[in-house]
């Protein structure tokens, strides 16, 4: 398996455009996560998706963030209109929770600058 | 929410030394505690974990130890070389997937 998979790698755009971050996660998980890490706040949980359905989205900063898991294999984070304040690494990780083990696998990131 | 603490911020060490990473978390039903290695311009990778059903689990020159009562668990790297050299995340679940990092310790060892 190629691991988890997120698109684009690096992402450069002007303030007030919209920004989509891609990402597949690992075959046969069932869990996945969209991260935010940045040198002040650290690593930040967005949201996370059980079987497709998102559990918890208290993390996302506020109604500019958006996240969709249309499949299994599928899912965007989508920012509109993006603001400087937006630039981070946005990470994806996936898992398949068994029992009181959840061992997140983390894709390569995406670098997001927004001017 | 959980919340989860991580000391120091940073740390370094002489090579051959050994390392510690302290956390502690908020929430008593949290069951889970991975840690994770994130190297310069990495993902972050899973090193270790524990379950609440366990006090110490050890692999090779890494070591973590669990205190429910208190609420807190540690990281142990000994003999530490130049390529541990990285941030290390704790991190805290109660398996139900909504895990929350601590703040990350950037470690380094010097040659």
């Known amino acids: 398996d190629a691991g988890v998979i997120q698109s684009p790698r690096h992402e450069v755009t002007e303030m007030g455009q919209e920004v989509t971050l891609r990402c597949k996660p690992i075959?046969?998980?069932?869990?996945l996560f969209w991260y935010r890490q940045t040198m002040m706040r650290g690593l930040e949980l967005l949201i996370y998706?059980?079987?497709?359905?998102?559990?918890?989205d208290s993390g996302m900063p506020e109604d500019r963030f958006s996240a969709k898991m249309p499949n299994a294999s599928f899912s965007t984070l989508k920012i509109q209109p993006s603001e400087p304040r937006d630039s981070a690494v946005y990470f994806c990780a996936s898992s398949l929770q068994s029992g009181t083990v959840n061992i997140q696998y983390f894709g390569a990131g995406t670098r997001l600058s927004v001017l | 929410g959980e919340n989860v603490e991580q000391h120091p911020s940073t740390l370094s060490v002489q090579e051959g030394d050994s390392a510690v990473i302290k956390c502690t978390y908020s929430d008593s039903a949290s069951n889970y505690f991975p840690w994770y290695k994130q190297e310069l311009g990495k993902r972050p990778q899973l090193i270790i974990d524990?379950?609440?059903?366990?006090g110490e689990k050890k692999d090779q020159r890494i070591a973590v130890t669990l205190n429910k009562t208190a609420k807190h668990f540690s990281l142990h790297i000994t003999e530490t070389q130049p390529e541990d050299s990285a941030v290390y995340f704790c991190a805290a679940s109660e398996g139900n997937n909504d895990m929350r990092f601590g703040a990350g310790t950037r470690l380094t060892v010097k040659p």
């Open positions: 524990i379950r609440s059903n366990v």
């Open positions: 998706f059980n079987n497709n359905v998102p559990i918890d």
């Open positions: 075959s046969g998980h069932n869990s």
